[in-house]
């Protein structure tokens, strides 16, 4: 089992920064891929960026590619979304998720933090 916690939402103005941090606990030795994701009011969960665990390749949905960065701290099982020039469409929950060596998809996640981008 791999517990996640996140943390770093916040409410926040157009064109302003935020750093979300997800936290990893439990089996971290079986980490494949962490990702976040975010779900907006009324919409479906959709993909932000992941990272590879071994290797750091990343993965950035078109949406948010060079506004949002996704990097991780091996030495504290966590992993970081770094966003900026934040659009009040960004405003959602944001979630991360992880997947074990076992394959399968992303089975673990955090709570959510909450992002609220006013414009």
């Known amino acids: 089992q791999v517990q996640l916690v996140e943390s770093g939402g916040g409410l926040v103005q157009a064109g302003d920064s935020l750093r979300l941090s997800c936290a990893a606990s439990?089996?971290?030795?079986?980490?494949?891929?962490m990702a976040w994701f975010r779900q907006a009011p009324g919409k479906e969960r959709e993909f932000v960026a992941s990272?590879?665990?071994?290797?750091?390749?990343?993965i950035y949905a078109k949406s948010i590619k060079d506004r949002f960065s996704i990097f991780k701290d091996t030495s504290r099982n966590s992993v970081f979304l770094q966003m900026t020039s934040l659009k009040p469409e960004d405003t959602a929950v944001y979630y991360c998720?992880?997947?074990?060596?076992?394959?399968?998809?992303?089975?673990?996640w955090g709570q959510g933090t909450q992002v609220t981008v006013s414009s």
């Open positions: 439990g089996r971290t030795a079986s980490l494949r891929h």
């Open positions: 990272i590879a665990w071994s290797t750091a390749v990343t």
């Open positions: 998720g992880a997947e074990s060596t076992l394959g399968g998809g992303y089975e673990y």
